[in-house]
């Protein structure tokens, strides 16, 4: 049974066409059907099927349609089938329902459009007849995801030969789907298209994608109910379309400013990826599932990515077919970002794959997660902002009639008892309608909670008091009725201590923290007022059931939350706003990771005006009182967050007020070295470091070293007096420990006379640059002369820098003598080490070509800049990431190393090697590489030859 009233079988069993009836499990008599469609084709290729409609009902009530199935990889997958053989024979004429498990051999048969399920064990025959005969017809069901509902993946067309009756033969689902009367008739009876998903995938997808039911009014607003025709974003969704695949002839031609052999290509790779970023309620999700939507029609495999990161991915690597992963909430999951890339990005990697990253802003986790060495993928990714999907008043006013239309067919389903489509002539009235003019209807999400809450409040059902006019107040009042009336069958639900606001609260719990299983629900439960002591242990546990039921969970969590997040975030701003306390104790008694993921929860929620306030003295109380697992959480969801600032109050306040000066060595030691959104933070607890250190009786090693911390964190905000100072203070203080105990702290004094000559290069005080560096080799070339291991990389990355203060005094002889003893020695420690060297190697080469062009020495120069050249090949075909930009500063070098030599063509070549790289990272970080594009650019408009008079 399909759905409706359709049903699919075999063709061969049906011996007279005029004359059909089905017989269902759990019903006696038969139930007459009419043929719609039927192919049977003569050999082990034909086609063997047929849908029938029934003229009486299947089922006593409405019957949703199957979800589709098909294999998508070489894994065998589990399966099963139902039917009434001659082996589940009862005697004489009795029939019994047969369950035959076993799994699918993608394989096998695969030539012949088969599908063959493999038992463990055969039958044998029954009075010389196959013990399978009678299972024609049976519905084959694949799955491989633990939660997750088995996919119809074929019907059984027959026992397969010479197998000993192990194995039984399907028609794929997916050739039944390359028939358009079969799609057609489909859609028509079951009211859902025939799409397929793929059963060997459902460990690795998100089993919220495809959503139960709707049960309640939040639920008709989920993006995956898809309750509101899809309307705008035509172009981005074209745009989208052609990054997972691109037309014949754009994927052909080569990129304008490919001139040359060998120029990076960065339509090589068959894994792309992309971020789609925008504020909650903008239709990111509804704009991923209307591609995935398009790209299945289009024979694509499409998943969205599970929310369960211990789920191993290995089985993508498999896939054999184009394939789009959406990563929803993406700068919450970078680890697992990382872990895809590494299972889809690899040598035999041969057909498209597409990852579509959804955040709400691109910051500090995305610039870390594209320097992972399995994300070149991300480097070259584009980042597209999903903006206003309204922005004229005139289109608001369209979409939310639209709405309410769709909202009125849906909620029939729903409340059947409401005559919804009368209620439309008074909803979509001119003086009914409400003002669409305030920006928050900029968003789809808005329009569409507005066109709901106008079909809910003509029903004149009365609503409950002390509710706020926003659009997410009032409609969580009417998701309070479901609530009750979910609470109401549950008696221990309806005592004193359960009542309207104990489940809100519950419902605002399960918002911020996501159980992990039953008993960590039943312990985050007992947070609530009156739910704490032993009396109340059955009332915890009903209360976990109630709300493992309420909601859809994820694979890795006991309960799932209100959605869309907007609502949540309004539900958890709501209670905590009446329970300041509680959710401030609950906060501080979590372990990590549901400390990061309320954390996550709570500074989204922080986002709107109302609830920043009070969302802001929870995390300052919380992280302050529990800082040893908050506070490393607060600064990891900090980079992560598109809304950082209340995190980083209470990591300012806890820096402020502590006096654990191990917790603070600890959290400097957490913050990423580039940072953007902790820069300020970062500077501050470096000045906490040292003003704790400066003490009456100062620990001068920590001192110094929080010194020369605070310098490079004073840098990063372009306050480079300061930095000076303080990196001027850590020279002195090591100078006098070096005396004392050279061999303990000259390595440290060495670090920081090589800081301070590039804070005094910032300011323009060569001569002291100089001074400074001179020292720092020397320094480094004693130590060295007694442990090269030790101390050769520092002495040959101050030997470099040397080289660059010499060159600025105009002293080019001197320059080319450092730099050239720095290429020697990146070059021993390069041989060693090459993952560790080879850039620092890459650079120094980049340097000595300068100095060697500067000294008109340009046939050396060009050997030295081509061999930086290579060099940055090699690493950037690696991480393109991190190495592009060093790949193109030597190209563009090496074009005038060879312009300089007259060889104009090859410099040509050279340059528009870089302008192509410039021209993709300027797209990027326009601020950092706009300036080089367009120098590359000119250079390249001298090298083109004047055109022909």
């Known amino acids: 049974m399909l759905g409706g009233r359709l049903v699919l079988t075999a063709a061969h069993v049906l011996k007279d066409p005029s004359r059909v009836s089905v017989q269902l499990p759990d019903r006696a008599g038969v139930v007459k059907c009419r043929v719609m469609w039927q192919q049977l084709d003569d050999g082990p290729q034909g086609w063997d099927a047929a849908l029938l409609l029934a003229e009486g009902e299947l089922s006593d009530r409405p019957l949703p349609g199957v979800r589709w199935g098909r294999l998508v990889t070489m894994q065998s997958c589990p399966a099963r089938a139902f039917g009434f053989p001659e082996v589940g024979k009862a005697g004489g004429d009795a029939v019994s329902l047969v369950q035959r498990d076993g799994r699918v051999l993608p394989v096998s048969g695969r030539d012949r459009d088969r599908y063959v399920l493999a038992g463990a064990s055969g039958a044998a025959p029954v009075e010389g007849v196959s013990p399978w005969g009678g299972m024609s017809g049976a519905a084959l069901w694949c799955g491989s995801g633990p939660g997750m509902l088995p996919l119809l993946t074929g019907v059984v067309v027959g026992d397969a030969p010479g197998w000993s009756h192990t194995q039984l033969e399907a028609m794929p689902a997916y050739a039944l789907a390359s028939n358009p009367v079969v799609r057609r008739l489909v859609e028509e009876h079951t009211g859902r298209p025939m799409s397929l998903e793929p059963a060997d995938l459902q460990d690795v997808t998100d089993r919220l994608a495809t959503p139960r039911p709707p049960r309640s009014p939040a639920d008709l607003l989920r993006p995956e109910q898809a309750v509101v025709s899809f309307m705008g974003r035509d172009d981005l969704l074209k745009e989208l379309s052609h990054w997972c695949e691109p037309a014949p002839e754009t994927a052909a031609s080569s990129p304008p400013d490919a001139a040359g052999e060998g120029i990076w290509e960065w339509g090589e790779s068959p894994v792309r990826a992309r971020l789609l970023t925008g504020q909650g309620g903008a239709g990111k999700t509804r704009l991923s599932g209307e591609l995935a939507a398009r790209m299945t029609v289009r024979g694509w495999t499409t998943i969205r990515l599970t929310t369960d990161t211990t789920v191993p991915l290995d089985i993508l690597s498999q896939v054999g077919r184009p394939l789009l992963i959406v990563v929803d909430y993406a700068e919450t999951r970078t680890p697992q970002l990382h872990a895809l890339l590494e299972a889809v990005d690899h040598d035999q990697a041969d057909s498209p794959v597409r990852v579509l990253a959804l955040a709400r802003a691109a910051g500090d986790w995305w610039t870390r997660a594209a320097q992972h060495p399995h994300s070149q993928a991300l480097a070259a990714a584009a980042v597209t902002p999903v903006t206003a999907l309204h922005p004229a008043v005139d289109d608001r006013a369209t979409a939310y009639q639209q709405a309410v239309g769709d909202f009125s067919t849906r909620l029939h389903l729903l409340s059947p008892t409401v005559d919804w489509s009368a209620l439309l002539p008074t909803v979509l009235a001119p003086a009914a309608r409400p003002p669409l003019d305030g920006s928050e209807f900029d968003t789809p999400l808005s329009v569409q909670m507005a066109a709901l809450l106008a079909l809910l409040d003509a029903t004149g059902i009365p609503q409950p008091t002390n509710q706020a006019n926003s659009l997410e107040g009032r409609l969580l009042g009417h998701e309070r009725g479901y609530w009750d009336k979910t609470a109401s069958s549950r008696e221990a639900l309806c005592g004193e201590r359960t009542g309207t606001q104990t489940r809100a609260l519950a419902v605002a719990l399960a918002c911020m923290v996501p159980a992990t299983d039953r008993d960590d629900a039943r312990a985050l439960l007992a947070h609530l007022p009156g739910l704490g002591d032993d009396s109340a242990a059955a009332v915890r546990s009903e209360l976990a059931t109630w709300l493992t039921d309420l909601y859809p969970a994820p694979a890795e969590a006991e309960w799932g939350s209100l959605q869309p997040d907007r609502i949540a975030e309004h539900q958890l701003g709501t209670e905590a706003a009446r329970e300041r306390s509680l959710f ?95 820069s300020e933070w970062a500077a501050d607890l470096a000045t906490a470091l040292v ?52 061999d303990a702290f000259l390595p440290d004094l060495a670090m920081s006379l090589n800081n301070q000559s590039n804070r005094l290069s910032d300011l323009g005080r060569r001569e002291e640059a100089l001074t400074a560096v001179t020292r720092a080799v020397d320094t480094y070339q004693t130590l060295a002369d007694q442990v090269p291991d030790g101390f050769l990389p520092g002495l040959a990355g101050s030997l470099n820098n040397q080289s660059n203060r010499l060159a600025d005094l105009g002293r080019r002889e001197e320059a080319l003598t450092a730099v050239t003893r720095a290429v020697d020695t990146y070059q021993t420690l390069a041989d060693r080490r090459p993952d560790a060297f080879l ?63 007259g060889r104009r063509e090859e410099a040509l070549n050279a340059v528009t090697r870089a302008v192509t790289i410039y021209r993709t990272l300027a797209d990027q970080v326009p601020d950092v590489f706009g300036q080089d594009l367009e120098r590359a650019l000119q250079l390249r408009e001298l090298l083109r030859p004047l055109p022909e008079t």
């Open 691 to 742: 003003e704790h250190y400066d003490s009456h009786n100062p620990d001068l090693p920590g001192l110094a070293a929080s010194l020369n911390n605070q310098s490079v964190r004073l840098t990063g905000l372009g306050r480079r007096e300061e930095a000076l100072i303080a990196v001027t203070r850590a020279v002195e203080i090591r100078e006098t420990l070096a005396d004392r105990r050279p």
């Open 584 to 678: 401030t104790r609950i906060l501080t008694e979590l372990p990590d990771p549901q400390a990061a993921q309320a954390l996550t929860v709570l500074a989204r929620t922080s986002q709107h005006p109302q609830y920043n306030g009070v969302i802001s003295h929870i995390l300052r109380e919380a992280v302050g009182t529990a800082p040893e697992v908050l506070g490393p959480a607060a600064l990891t969801t900090a980079t992560r967050t598109a809304h950082p600032a209340p995190l980083i109050a209470a990591l300012t306040e806890l820096t402020r007020t502590t006096s654990d000066v191990a917790l603070l060595c600890d959290l400097s030691s957490r913050i990423p070295h580039a940072t953007l959104a902790l």
């Open 839 to 901: 850039p620092d190697l890459a650079m120094s080469l980049n340097n000595q070509s300068g100095c060697l062009a500067d000294l008109g020495r340009r046939e050396e120069a060009l050997t030295a800049i081509t061999r930086a050249v290579d060099t940055y090949q090699t690493l950037a075909d690696q991480v393109p990431d991190v190495f592009l930009p060093g790949l193109a500063a030597s190209l563009n070098n090496q074009s005038g190393c060879l312009a300089g030599l």
